[in-house]
């Protein structure tokens, strides 16, 4: 049984670990169901982590009587996540983005994407910046290997979302055959679904996925509406997965001229610029985002790891110390700042 079978949930306040879609999302992968406003039917009501002061106001003598008389519950956000399996472990037994791209050797942003993509979920979340357990650099070695057979990214994130997770955390070799991806273990070669091969012809992938910039071209056609916002962010995913880093930014950025100020866009912009090797641009959407969103922590990380590049040791450190007053135990934070103090 799921842990919120059938149970209605309600998110007052911000949340640290998700925006609201989500949020949405994750209760109805565990069985549940999100309403917007509070109403007599919710039987869960969780109060958000994220910082800010929680309207409390809305919740009215009716809401005390369902909650003495069993029919409500109310709970933290770490005390709803941890009920559904996804925040058992402390930090320290756990790894950032960051932390996983040195350990793999893949570039940060792969990580990223494969994140953004739901390949892989964090098992926790503080002021959004996610944590992975171990076990997940089985997958990024798979990952390592499908970029050396010459995958592109969007066909990787297809394949491991099908492949079976059995497969990925064997110890494989990758082989392309065609528009399969063949995996090498002890008892032979097999396929995705797990079949054994016996032989094959090893082919690269070239297919260059040309959808994104339809969608570019769709969406400027017309007048621009705010909820083209998606539609623009899904296809600068994709191209960043394409290595079109170029037709990504514009993409981010035709995403905040169609939906306004967004603290996640800016910094995923900002990273972008900053993979371009445009510091400038890349340090002011950081600092546009942290504006806009004070607790996103990851973007005070890049902030100060851009800062530093740029020669700018007392920001970059005020960057990472702004990064660790909100998150004390971000150990690439503290890790940095260290780095830096020592010279």
């Known amino acids: 049984m799921n842990s919120l079978d059938k149970k209605t949930v309600y998110f007052l306040g911000k949340l640290a670990a998700f925006n609201r879609k989500d949020a949405a999302r994750f209760v109805q992968r565990h069985g549940g169901k999100t309403v917007k406003t509070f109403t007599a039917d919710v039987q869960i009501l969780v109060a958000g982590e994220g910082g800010g002061n929680t309207d409390w106001e809305q919740l009215n003598e009716t809401t005390q009587e369902a909650f003495e008389n069993g029919t409500l519950e109310i709970i933290t956000e770490h005390q709803f996540l941890e009920r559904c399996g996804e ?52 997958m990024l070695n798979v990952v390592r290997c499908m970029l050396n057979a010459g995958l592109t990214m969007t066909k990787i994130v297809s394949i491991l979302k099908k492949t079976q997770r059995s497969i990925l955390k064997t110890n494989t070799g990758i082989r392309v055959a065609g528009n399969d991806v063949l995996y090498q273990t002890d008892g032979g070669i097999v396929d995705g679904r797990g079949q054994y091969c016996f032989s094959f012809a090893a ?11 339809k969608i570019l071209d769709s969406i400027f056609e017309d007048t621009i509406r705010h909820d083209d916002v998606d539609a623009l962010c899904e296809a600068a995913q994709t191209l960043e997965e394409d290595g079109d880093l170029t037709g990504a930014a514009n993409c981010y950025r ?36 942290i504006e806009i969103d004070e607790t996103l922590v990851e973007a005070r990380f890049t902030l100060g790891c ?22 004390p135990d971000y150990a690439d934070a503290r890790k940095r700042l260290e780095q830096l103090l020592q010279g």
Do not use: W
């Not at 950032?96 to 390949?119: D, F, K, N, W, Y």
């Open 203 to 213: 082919e690269q992938e070239t297919e260059r996925n040309t959808e994104p910039l």
């Open 306 to 327: 851009i800062l530093a590049e740029q020669g700018d040791d007392k920001l970059a450190a005020a960057a990472f110390r702004g990064a660790l007053r909100f998150h």
């Open 87 to 138: 925040r058992t472990e402390s930090t320290g037994t756990l790894y950032t983005p960051s932390m996983l791209a040195e350990l793999s050797g893949l570039p940060l942003g792969v990580i990223r994407q494969l994140e953004r993509r739901q390949v892989f979920v964090p098992a926790r979340y503080i002021y959004e910046l996610p944590y992975f357990r171990f076990d997940v650099l089985s």
């Open 254 to 289: 035709a995403a905040l001229a169609a939906g306004g100020a967004d603290a996640k866009i800016n910094f995923r912009l900002g990273e972008v610029l900053y993979r371009l090797g445009d510091l400038p641009a890349a340090r002011e959407r950081c600092y546009t985002a």
